[in-house]
């Protein structure tokens, strides 16, 4: 089972990578960061998602610093994803060892970093992946169709605003460094 999540992890690395190094790059999720319900900081008015959203930055504050999220086994899986129009995901980095059929909001598999003026990574989002049989949900969000075939993805802009709002693939104020 390790073997094989390992093989489509790194099979889905290498096609999202070969898509961003592409002008114009990658759409590594279904969703658009457009339209969504979550356009607005709707997230404030729903218990759940609020207590996600501090799970998220409590359990992420350590890793806003990318050393400390590679030291902890985080390791870059694509380059800067970005939607012309649409706007950008960032630097995705993942722990293998938790990309797997369950959700834990304490153990985000994906941290998504975008380089500050300086030039220095820092942390803009956390990303669910999850490869259950069905689309799972989280404090009432259904994740969308993931990077992968066979995988689920929810992203929470946890350390940037999104103006598409706070659950939205991307965010349209970012842009890949060229």
Same mark, same amino acid.
């Not at 969703?31 to 709707?42: A, I, R």
């Not at 806003?64 to 950008?88: F, H």
């Not at 998504?112 to 942390?123: A, F, I, K």
């Not at 990303?127 to 689309?135: C, G, Q, V, W």
């Given at each position: 089972?390790?073997?094989?999540?390992?093989?489509?992890?790194?099979?889905?690395?290498?096609?999202?990578?070969?898509?961003?190094?592409?002008?114009?790059?990658? #759409?590594?999720?279904?969703?658009?960061?457009?339209?969504?319900?979550?356009?607005?900081?709707?997230?404030?008015?729903?218990?759940?998602?609020?207590?996600?959203?501090?799970?998220?930055?409590? #359990?992420?504050?350590?890793?806003?610093?990318?050393?400390?999220?590679?030291?902890?086994?985080?390791?870059?899986?694509?380059?800067?994803?970005?939607?012309?129009?649409?706007?950008?995901?960032?630097?995705?980095?993942?722990?293998?060892?938790?990309?797997?059929?369950?959700?834990?909001?304490?153990?985000?598999?994906?941290?998504?970093?975008?380089?500050?003026?300086?030039?220095?990574?820092?942390?803009?989002?956390?990303?669910?992946?999850?490869?259950?049989?069905?689309?799972?949900?989280?404090?009432?969000?259904?994740?969308?169709?993931?990077?992968?075939?066979?995988?689920?993805?929810?992203?929470?802009?946890?350390?940037?605003?999104?103006?598409?709002?706070?659950?939205?693939?991307?965010?349209?104020?970012?842009?890949?460094?060229?």
């Amino acid at each position: 089972m390790n073997r094989t999540r390992t093989g489509l992890l790194s099979a889905a690395s290498a096609a999202v990578l070969a898509l961003g190094v592409a002008p114009g790059a990658a #759409v590594a999720h279904g969703g658009s960061g457009h339209g969504d319900s979550d356009n607005s900081d709707d997230w404030r008015s729903n218990d759940d998602q609020r207590r996600l959203v501090k799970t998220l930055r409590d #359990v992420t504050d350590d890793y806003r610093w990318l050393e400390n999220a590679e030291a902890d086994g985080y390791r870059k899986i694509t380059e800067c994803i970005d939607k012309p129009g649409v706007g950008a995901m960032g630097f995705h980095y993942a722990r293998q060892d938790l990309i797997d059929d369950k959700t834990q909001a304490r153990k985000p598999e994906v941290l998504v970093y975008m380089p500050d003026e300086d030039g220095q990574y820092e942390l803009v989002a956390a990303e669910f992946i999850s490869t259950a049989a069905d689309r799972p949900e989280l404090a009432g969000l259904d994740f969308e169709d993931g990077p992968f075939p066979g995988s689920y993805a929810l992203h929470a802009w946890i350390w940037r605003d999104n103006p598409d709002g706070m659950f939205a693939s991307y965010n349209p104020d970012l842009s890949c460094p060229t």
